[in-house]
């Protein structure tokens, strides 16, 4: 057709670097915020775990023999040994929710003739996140605390042996040979705990979960109803010496939440983990400093010498009539430092994050006077 050159012309190309809609569709997509339902299918903080090392392979029974040799005695291999189930500590994984119910190591190959030993079985390796506690029969057998740390959850079985092991003076063409062991069987818990720098702490509704999205680019739900936030959110607070310092959101604590009242001890233990703690209050309710008084109060109960850690007591809600009127009374009233601000308007921000960045200096500095090497995000 003597328009097809002109209509090549005119067609678009298939790609273009000059294209403002090519480009627009080259730009990576942000990431779809997750609801807190989602999330709770996504988010898991404990998983019972059957683990079964592999079976050691069969001892081989052979005899060798060639030409002008044949009777040349045995010569059977031994099996290969069984492969072990390890938990191996990954600091991408944040949850338990990949961990599945049963895991079971290779098994062993048979021993082969000519002397051949079986090959032994494949590991198999379980990863897990940072901060995942191994407990048996309710007593804690590995806490994994360090990326790329290991522990070997269930021992494979040892290979079989051949008939040529059995060779002896006395016996000199053994048909014995033995089958490989079973691999060992365990039943494990697994339990999670947050690993994180700073620990939000404060009753529902106190504007935690605001304001860690104000400070981070964490995404947790945020409404006007108590326990809003279901599940333990972690926000990375950059710095400009690129330092990364996390805080962790602890869904909201009630009183007698270490009597396991309202969401009771599942997030009491996520806080074990943080370095500092951040006590959120709402300055807008009646005499603010009860609050303090009544989570140190949960804290100590649940784990003596919780609520003595080094930490800070946010007043937030600043932006309210009561709030100003509350702030010098919580001031008279509680010895630490107190930091007013407002979570939803970013008033007063600044001091917040200046004085999370001295908390967290003095703690690497702690650690690096005790020998040991700090939590990196």
């Known amino acids: 057709s003597p328009w097809k050159p002109l209509l090549l012309l005119l067609s678009p190309p298939a790609f273009s670097t000059t294209c403002a809609r090519c480009a627009k569709d080259r730009r990576l997509r942000q990431k779809r915020a997750i609801s807190e339902r989602q999330l709770t299918r996504c988010f898991v903080d404990q998983r019972k775990v059957r683990v079964v090392g592999g079976q050691g392979g069969e001892g081989g029974q052979s005899f060798h023999s060639e030409p002008r040799k044949v009777f040349g005695g045995p010569d059977g291999g031994n099996g290969g040994d069984g492969g072990h189930v390890i938990f191996k500590a990954d600091q991408q994984m944040k949850s338990l929710s990949s961990v599945f119910p049963f895991y079971r190591g290779f098994h062993g190959e048979r021993g082969g003739s000519k002397n051949c030993y079986g ?98 680019r964490a995404k947790p739900a945020v409404a006007a109803y108590p326990f809003t936030t279901l599940n333990p959110h972690v926000g990375i607070v950059h710095y400009q010496d690129y330092e990364q310092v996390a805080v962790a959101d602890i869904p909201g604590l009630v009183r007698g939440a270490h009597q396991n009242r309202g969401l009771g001890m599942a997030f009491l233990r996520h806080i074990e983990r943080c370095r500092f703690l951040l006590y959120v209050l709402d300055l807008s309710v009646p005499q603010p400093w009860t609050q303090l008084q009544d989570l140190k109060h949960e804290l100590e109960a649940y784990e003596e010498g919780l609520s003595e850690r080094p930490g800070v007591v946010i007043g937030n809600k600043i932006d309210l009539a009561q709030s100003r009127v509350n702030l010098p009374l919580l001031r008279e009233q509680v010895a630490e430092r107190v930091i007013a601000l407002s979570a939803l308007t970013g008033d007063n921000l600044e001091e917040l994050l200046v004085h999370l960045r001295e908390l967290y200096d003095t703690y690497v500095k702690a650690e690096q006077s005790r020998g040991h090497s700090p939590v990196k995000w």
């Open 119 to 216: 090959a032994n079985g494949a590991h198999v390796y379980v990863r897990v996140p940072v901060g995942t506690l191994v407990k048996e029969d309710g007593e804690v057998v590995a806490d994994l605390t360090e990326h790329g740390e290991e522990y070997i959850a269930a021992y494979g079985g040892a290979g079989g042996k051949g008939n040529r092991f059995f060779l002896s003076n006395e016996n000199r063409a053994p048909k014995l040979s033995t089958p490989g062991e079973p691999g060992q069987e365990r039943v494990l818990h697994l339990e999670l705990k947050t690993t994180a720098h700073a620990g939000l702490v404060g009753f529902p509704n106190a504007g935690k979960s605001s304001l860690l999205r104000a400070i981070s």
